[in-house]
């Protein structure tokens, strides 16, 4: 018989989406968090979060590692500096400059590379479907197609799982779960642009404010602009 | 109409299986050239023999990054240097120490986020099913539902497809389809531990000794032992 609980690897991009990602699993399993640096504008100041929060749940298994291809191809204002980050709301129908190429099954290959090696038979992913940017990545098809190829692609008799406890909440939900399970929203950084204050105006900005917003709570974090939602 | 051909990226390691890959893709598209250095034994020697298959084929469109996380983690002889190599030929019940977990998902993730940036529609890997290490990830079905994966987590029209051309091959058909299409054998490296001469020894010597022999063709690179296939 084991004692204690499994181990799961949480990607934690240092977010508000992983960081509830992380208290839900944190609620069943032992988390081994994974960040990782693929040239995002904001990486110094995630990693900076990612290493509070890891603190805040005392992790000890912790994996900061990079990707550099994205930063080489380009494709995408969230690494591309001469290409401008969107505004506001979503635009349903066109996928922002922000998406980057493919981001996620570069991460999972790392999260099912890694938990092959400690044994882990989960990963945990904070993706969002329908309250989101609309990034192809993020949808629920994708990650159930990835999950077989990481069955099929690795050891015989590894049952590795792809969990996407939020994909299918509200933004105001996500702050909901992340309040009824004590997760450190202080600690956590959405901006898509700054890492000393928040700029209110992006995208990603836009998105948490809303989620506070809707489900009538302050947002513990300073921004430059308090955005739509708190005028 | 469109002038000339359609680009397709091809994952070259530099041995012979890629090369072999290479000469296939080439016959009906521009190849777009992709090196990684996950931190094996021989990345250094693997890149010398890219650049100049890149070179004989005059590709244009090349692209050599890193992922560093397998070296991070550990997990494989390829890399931990610690851990012995197997020598001789593939034990069929067990997987090899060479085993790289879940690399070519990394692999493939990094080729596909090229190729929609690029905008090329397929992928090319040399991976080799049956006549192989036995490694997970060089299945068929493993790159079918990757396939899947991509499809469903890029741009909405992407049409992405893996293409595995030498999977069912035995390495023998694989040398015969190389002298067929002038393939530049004598520019590839195979060795999973020198970078000089080859060992003539390790898993990846045997099986590629084993290829010519069956082929009744010479291998024009030199080896410190010719392995059992020449003696």
Redesign the interface.
């Known amino acids: 018989m084991k004692n204690g609980k499994d181990t799961a690897v949480v990607a934690v991009s240092g977010g508000m989406d992983s960081c509830v990602t992380l208290a839900i699993a944190a609620e069943s399993f032992t988390p081994a968090m994974l960040h990782i640096d693929y040239g995002q504008r904001t990486a110094q100041k995630e990693l900076e979060c990612f290493g509070k929060i890891a603190d805040f749940y005392n992790v000890k298994l912790r ?1 900061s ?6 930063k ?4 995408s204002s969230l690494i591309d500096t001469s290409i401008e980050i969107e505004r506001g709301a979503p635009d349903k129908m066109r ?1 922002p400059s922000t ?1 980057v ?6 991460i ?3 999260a ?3 938990a ?3 044994g882990a038979a989960k990963i945990f992913i904070g993706a969002v479907e329908e309250d989101s940017s609309g990034y ?2 993020c ?1 629920s ?2 990650f159930e ?2 999950e ?3 069955r ?5 008799g590894n049952q590795i799982t792809i969990e996407t406890p939020i994909i299918h909440m509200k933004k105001s939900g996500i702050v909901e779960t992340g309040i009824r399970l004590k997760a450190p929203f202080q600690l956590t950084w959405s901006c898509y642009i700054e890492s000393e204050t928040a700029c209110g105006e992006c995208e990603s900005c836009y998105l948490r404010q809303k989620g506070f917003h809707e489900a009538g709570i302050e947002d513990p974090i300073p921004y430059k602009r308090r955005g739509v939602f708190n005028e």
Chains 1, 2 share one sequence.
């Not at 190429?101 to 570069?106: E, G, I, K, L, Y």
């Not at 099929?152 to 015989?156: D, I, N, Q, Y």
């Open positions: 994996l590692t990079s990707l550099p291809h994205l080489e191809i380009k494709g996928i998406y190429p493919f981001r996620n099954a570069s999972l290959s790392v099912v590379a890694w092959e090696v400690i192809p990545d949808k098809a994708f197609a990835f077989k190829a990481a099929l692609g690795t050891r015989p």
